[in-house]
């Protein structure tokens, strides 16, 4: 049991003295360090502001300003606000990212109250406050305002994760609730030509819904280099069914509902996307349903 509780205890120690050491050479009111907004692989403000639990207390963090259904190459404002009777000081942090994790659009400052930073595990890009915007001693709530442009047609599905601090202003981080929130954003294909690109169009699984196969198609009026692949719906690649070069016309390929290695895949939603080189989607994913 001692053997238990004493490693426990000295990491506990270790950490706080990270979070002391870093707080003072870095000066965290002037702005987080990058990834901390509780996005996928992602800490968040708890790991050194920890006197409450995350959510825990009154307030909130929520995000404006962008639609459900986003246009590309669309500039918007995104809004963050930070609600919570018992602060007096307050700070947040955001990224926006693809179901694969990758940080898309372009973000950049409304004022001096937020900056914008690239960095952390994953290369994401963050927007996070300030000095000058944690503002000290103002009270309930604080707001603000980023620039964001939406990606090119075929981003797909993103996600804004946000990480709030209500602070209590004492300098140091003891005292303060930590918020965290996501905001689901889908792209609006009214806005632009459903399947997007001119030189490759991805068609309807055939059979759909299907048991045990299907088949995926796709016409390229180019020849070019492309993978298909099939993803669940937390957006993990399941099986890469296709990577390489090819001549341009139809070409048409079997899903087994089997992943990789070749094991058979549980009822459940799919997607099939089609790719370039650089693992962007040529069209929208198209959605299969396995149903055993
Ligand atoms: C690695 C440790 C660490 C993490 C993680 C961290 N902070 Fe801090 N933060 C500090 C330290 C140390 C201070 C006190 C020194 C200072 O004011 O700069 C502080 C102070 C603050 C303050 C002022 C608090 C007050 O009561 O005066 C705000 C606001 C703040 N941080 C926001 C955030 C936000 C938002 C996040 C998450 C996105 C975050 N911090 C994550 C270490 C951290």
Redesign the pocket.
Known sequence: MNNYIKPAGTSVLVAMA???T???A????????DG??AAPGE???????STFGLNSGAGSVTISGIPQDYAPLTPYTVTVTVADPAA??????FTILDIEGVSVGAVSNADANTQISTGGAFGRTYA??TSAG?Q?GQGTAASWNVNWTSPAEGAGDLTVYV???A??????????N?YTNSFAMSEDVTSSVPGNSPLASLHPAYPNPFNPRTQLSFTLAEGQNVSLGVYDVQGRLVTTIYRGDLPSGTHSYTWRGQDQQGRPQPSGLYFGRLMDRSGRDLNRPIKMTLTK
């Open positions: 990270v979070c002391l870093a707080g003072a870095l000066a965290f009111s002037s702005g987080p360090l901390l907004t800490g968040n403000c708890t790991q050194c502001h007096s000081r307050w700070g947040f942090e996070k406050h944690s000290l990480a709030g601090n602070a209590n202003g004492n300098f140091s981080t003891s005292g303060d930590i």
